[in-house]
């Protein structure tokens, strides 16, 4: 199983730039998040999922937006790029039981925007 | 607001040194406790975590963790660490079992050898 996959690895944006940052999972799992994490800041929730067509807000949602069309895909949209977005992002997901359960975490995607 | 504190944001130890990391928590009510571990470069996975029953418990690497409800800790402990546990270590939890887990800001663990 490939379990989380998140593309691209890394990405450099100019400022007003727009991307999607993909993140799929083959485990079947209804929760799905996106977290960005910046030195000594720990983890900040953005957008999370509990199920498809079903999306909330975390900490950090301005400046981005998600969608969750089906159970395995979470993409996150990063519109009108500023540089208080570099950031690494880290797609995650847990079975129905939610944040009772283990987070399985994707391999993280580093964005800059200059 | 429910929040977690882990009070040793940087540590440098000699291999074969024991390590403790500690984690502290906000919340009156029923919590499950986790200890997430990301090595360098990549992405975080679980090294324990704790929802009932026996409050010390095992996860992999050699590492422990003791909950104790009456000082709302949960803090990570090894006996003897290794230049390989070199990493950032984080403490998050769940407190009433809500959808979201609460972070705590993560410990940067270096081991020299």
């Known amino acids: 199983n490939a379990g989380v996959t998140q593309t691209p690895k890394f990405r450099i944006l100019k400022i007003g730039q727009s991307m999607t940052l993909q993140c799929a999972q083959d485990?079947?799992?209804?929760?799905m998040y996106w977290y960005r994490q910046d030195p000594g800041m720990g983890l900040k929730l953005i957008y999370y999922?509990?199920?498809?067509?079903?999306?909330d807000k975390g900490e950090v949602p301005n400046g981005y937006n998600v969608s969750r069309s089906t159970t395995e895909d979470f993409p996150l949209r990063l519109e009108l790029a500023a540089p208080s977005q570099t950031s690494v992002y880290f797609c995650?997901?847990?079975?129905?039981?939610?944040?009772?359960?283990?987070?399985?975490f994707g391999e993280g995607s580093r964005l800059t925007v200059l | 607001a429910q929040s977690v504190s882990q009070h040793n944001h940087h540590v440098i130890l000699s291999e074969a040194a024991s390590l403790e990391l500690g984690c502290n928590y906000s919340?009156?009510?029923?919590?499950?406790l986790f200890w997430y571990v990301q090595y360098p470069g990549q992405h975080l996975q679980l090294l324990l975590k704790y929802f009932s029953g026996d409050p010390l418990v095992k996860g992999i690497k050699g590492f422990e963790a003791e909950f104790i409800k009456s000082k709302f800790s949960f803090n990570l402990r090894k006996p003897s660490v290794q230049w390989s546990d070199t990493a950032e270590y984080f403490c998050?939890?769940?407190?009433?079992?809500?959808?979201?887990?609460?972070w705590g800001l993560g410990t940067s663990l270096a081991v020299n050898p």
């Open positions: 998050a939890v769940n407190a009433g079992n809500n959808r979201k887990l609460i």
């Open positions: 995650a997901s847990t079975t129905a039981q939610g944040a009772t359960g283990e987070l399985f």
């Open positions: 485990m079947n799992h209804n929760y």
């Open positions: 919340y009156g009510g029923t919590v499950n």
């Open positions: 999922s509990v199920g498809a067509g079903i999306t």
